[in-house]
């Protein structure tokens, strides 16, 4: 079966582009001239399946599909070494952020990686006590990870715990009730 | 403090600890408000924080993410409208960009005070963010720690890693690209530092939990390099690189033998040392890594050792 290497124009989705471009802190994308400063900035390049400069040349001409399931924007760890570079001013990193929101609303969950459960985890604390416990955080985060990755937890946990540096029932807020239903409102519900 | 002392604002400024610095970070929070006492600078903690809704959570629901900000900007307003100390880097870019955003997006504003209504929180006054390297540097200023340092710096020369948040993108709390301002703290206060040329490149954040061999990898890289200038122990201004480079460093050597066991010091621990603080008052009990030089350089009788 041969398949072509390169894209056509007509497997793209300009207005998913276009819309990308609008969001907030993407509005310098269409300015990009593809020199390449941000895939040199990158740390977390080497591992990336499609560089930086790449991923913002398929973003607004509108490959969904190509970006949104690429491992790039779940390796991005938002150190914003390319935004600091880019000499059009482009706010990569929150490209990035954009695109991880899409890829997480569109059910583009990649089960290798556990940086959206993280982020998942992460709002269920949030909204549940008004802040982030980390050592269950870290803990539920592991069991879905795998066993490996749990037993490595336990054991930074155990280090931790010997230093006074682990708390295992952090305060939550006081005003919890209010600040949920503000939260509910916000995103309008009742 | 006397003549000196006209940087200081007498009604001092709010402390935003954030989630880590009561938890994993706990010594930096001791260090930091040690320090501050020590420079008659007041911090009083904000009352009832939230989360500050940083960087993993943006990636989930950015909208969410912003009005937990708002909120605690919401809360300093409440106490006053001081300026708010964020000392975690991820903390501090939240609250900043919240702030910048709202200034540059009518829409962000307006979701963020219907928010802050039903929260029944003041829109009003603009508060600013700081951090406690900036505020260090153009507030009490190096030269008056080199004024009130007491004791001669009992360890070897340190690298100071600036990491990523802290100075990006923002580049208000130091210099996006060559930062020095944690280099020259230390250095009028006393502790020799190293040229450290990864003093800005990330730490892999949350990668070490996430895709641990990435973030690994990472952490290996700048102890590598800091080992390679020289340095016996770093300097950090934010409790994830600190816990990176601290908590993974057991399982660093043993990929990396070559990599030799790195206190990894917070800025107001060195600092908080240097003027007289006492070793538990800072902390400085609580590091993982390189616990024999820890106690080697901090214990009861280098406390005693005072510059005559």
């Known amino acids: 079966m041969l398949q072509r290497q390169i894209k056509y124009q007509r497997d793209a989705d300009p207005e998913w582009g276009r819309r990308v471009a609008s969001l907030p802190g993407c509005e310098r994308l269409l300015a990009c001239t593809q020199c390449g400063s941000c895939s040199g900035a990158c740390p977390l390049s080497i591992y990336m399946d499609i560089t930086p400069r790449r991923i913002l040349a398929l973003a607004r001409e509108g490959f969904r599909d ?15 070494a390319c935004a600091t570079d880019c000499p059009q001013g482009i706010h990569i990193t929150d490209v990035m952020f954009a695109l991880k929101r899409e890829a997480i609303e569109n059910g583009y969950h990649p089960r ?33 990870s795998g066993p490996a990755a749990l037993l490595g937890t336990l054991r930074l946990a155990w280090k931790l715990r010997r230093r006074g540096r682990l708390v295992l029932r952090p305060r939550g807020i006081q005003r919890l009730a209010r600040f949920q239903d503000a939260m509910r409102r916000a995103k309008g519900g009742p | 403090m006397g003549a000196t002392s006209s940087a200081k604002r007498p009604e001092g400024y709010l402390y935003y600890p954030g989630c880590a610095l009561k938890g994993t970070g706990i010594a930096y929070e001791e260090s930091l408000l040690a320090l501050f006492r020590l420079l008659g600078v007041r911090l009083e903690e904000l009352r009832d924080w939230n989360c500050c809704g940083a960087t993993s959570y943006m990636s989930m629901d950015e909208q969410s993410s912003s009005l937990l900000a708002a909120r605690n900007l919401g809360l300093a307003r409440q106490m006053g409208g001081r300026d708010v100390v964020a000392p975690c ?204 030089l820890l106690r080697r350089w901090f214990n009861a009788r280098t406390e005693a050792e005072v510059h005559g």
């Open chain 2, 89 to 292: 880097s991820a903390c501090y870019l939240a609250l900043r960009k919240c702030n910048d955003y709202a200034a540059r997006y009518p829409a962000f504003r307006d979701r963020v005070n219907g928010f802050l209504d039903s929260d029944m929180l003041p829109h009003q006054p603009a508060v600013r963010v700081r951090h406690p390297l900036e505020l260090l540097y153009t507030e009490v200023r190096p030269e008056r720690l080199r004024e009130r340092a007491v004791r001669p710096w009992p360890g070897g020369p340190v690298a100071c890693y600036y990491g990523c948040q802290a100075v990006r993108p923002y580049a208000e709390v130091d210099r996006a690209h060559n930062p020095t301002r944690m280099d020259e703290l230390l250095q009028a206060a006393g502790v020799p530092t190293v040229d450290y040329p990864l003093k800005t490149k990330c730490c892999g954040a949350t990668h070490a939990g996430t895709l641990h061999d990435v973030g690994l990898r990472l952490v290996t890289i700048l102890l590598k390099e800091a080992a390679r200038r020289g340095a016996q122990a770093m300097v950090v201004i934010c409790p994830l690189c600190q816990l990176n480079l601290d908590a993974y460093q057991g399982e660093v050597r043993r990929e990396e033998p070559s990599v030799p066991e790195l206190p990894i010091l917070y800025l107001p621990q060195a600092l908080g040392w240097t003027l007289g603080a006492s070793a538990r008052s800072l902390g400085l009990q609580r590091g993982i890594a390189g616990g024999a």
């Open chain 1, 66 to 80: 190509d970006v949104l399931r690429s491992q790039t924007i779940w390796l991005c760890s938002c150190c914003y």
């Open chain 1, 112 to 144: 290798r990686f556990a940086i959206p459960a993280l982020a998942e985890e992460f709002d269920r604390s949030v909204r549940s006590s008004g802040r982030t416990p980390e050592f269950w955080l870290a803990t539920r985060m592991a069991v879905r």
